[in-house]
């Protein structure tokens, strides 16, 4: 089974608008974290925010806010006020327990149309 | 902070050669790397783990004499692809933490192709 599930593979949104890039995970440590990367064209990947297992609150940073939601096991990206230079691929990835390694999706394709 | 290099960007060899590729923590003592490969349109894969003055751990069905990891300082991680083929041709992405559970900072990335 996929522990990272990512269901978009393209997305088209319009300048302006706020986006929605799903991601869920499937894991029975009741530790764990997520992680949202960017990757331009340019082929870097880009850290956006972090949200731990135990955290109370969504993690917000800047125009990036993530919308856990626990019980489903989902851990979904929003992109506030997209821009043009939002146009990459995100990955959505977790580390489990205290393990070092981060396991990524597959990622999402956005397009922010002008 | 948390800025990760890598060098070179890009490199074309011919087969059967060997190509270095650095990976270097500018800003911070990274306790742990990472090896990441990535084909066209494709997600990461890990390839291997290390940390500083250990060996590599390897993931299952990578090559760990084809592909050798260094990493004898905070700062500094070395993969070197040994006796390249073409179908070594790849993205290679190094990450970088201060912990094995901290968050992961990437480099830019090396694209190799082997002729």
């Known amino acids: 089974a996929q522990k990272i599930t990512q269901t978009q593979p393209g997305m088209f949104v319009q300048e302006k608008e706020a986006v929605t890039l799903d991601c869920t995970y499937d894991?029975?440590?009741?530790?764990?974290?997520l992680f949202w990367y960017k990757q331009p064209s340019s082929g870097e990947m880009i850290f956006l925010i972090y949200q731990g297992s135990y955290d109370q609150q969504n993690a917000t940073e800047g125009r990036y806010s993530l919308n856990f939601q626990k019980a489903r096991k989902s851990a979904n990206l929003v992109i506030s006020a997209s821009q043009l230079g939002d146009s990459a691929m995100y990955f959505c990835a977790m580390r489990e327990g205290g393990k070092e390694k981060l396991t990524f999706g597959t990622g999402t394709r956005l397009t922010i149309i002008p | 902070g948390a800025v990760v290099s890598q060098h070179p960007s890009w490199v074309i060899c011919k087969s059967g050669t060997s190509v270095k590729i650095e990976c270097r923590s500018l800003?911070?003592?990274?306790?742990?790397m990472f090896w990441y490969r990535q084909f066209p349109k494709q997600s990461l894969m890990l390839m291997a783990t290390?940390?500083?003055?250990?060996?590599?751990?390897?993931e299952q069905g990578v090559e760990k004499d084809k592909f050798l990891i260094n990493h004898a300082s905070l700062t500094l991680s070395t993969l070197t692809v040994t006796s390249a083929h073409p179908e070594d041709s790849s993205f290679y992405i190094c990450s970088a933490s201060q912990g094995p559970v901290d968050t992961q900072y990437f480099g830019p990335g090396t694209r190799l192709l082997v002729l």
């Open positions: 290390s940390n500083e003055g250990s060996k590599a751990t390897y």
């Open positions: 894991t029975s440590d009741p530790s764990y974290g």
């Open positions: 800003d911070f003592q990274a306790t742990t």
